[in-house]
């Protein structure tokens, strides 16, 4: 599939050309091709709908790991913690 297209033209109608300096141009109406975005607004309307159920999951993911990590080293974490006060 073609990543870039004429606004001004038919879909259906459009040839390209390369131009002398290397500009996809359309070959109907001469203008310089645009490119297609690669994410339409319906795949970021979708990404954003599987984020917003990924979110908590990742949201407890995560404090999860810091339950563990805090379990883990509760010394060495608040010997940090001060030592970035001095
Ligand atoms: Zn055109």
Request: hydrophobic letters at 40%; proline letters at 6%.
């Amino acid at each position: 599939m073609n990543r870039y297209y004429c606004p001004y033209c038919s879909s259906c109608y459009q040839f390209h050309k390369m131009r002398s300096d290397g500009v996809l141009i359309c070959g109907q109406c001469g203008d310089p091709l645009i490119k297609k975005p690669l994410i339409n607004s319906r795949q970021i309307f979708s990404l954003i709908a599987a984020l917003a159920f990924l979110a908590p999951l990742l949201l407890m993911i995560v404090v999860v790991i810091n339950d563990i990590t805090n379990q883990k080293l509760p010394n060495n974490s608040e010997s940090l913690v001060l030592s970035d006060f001095y």
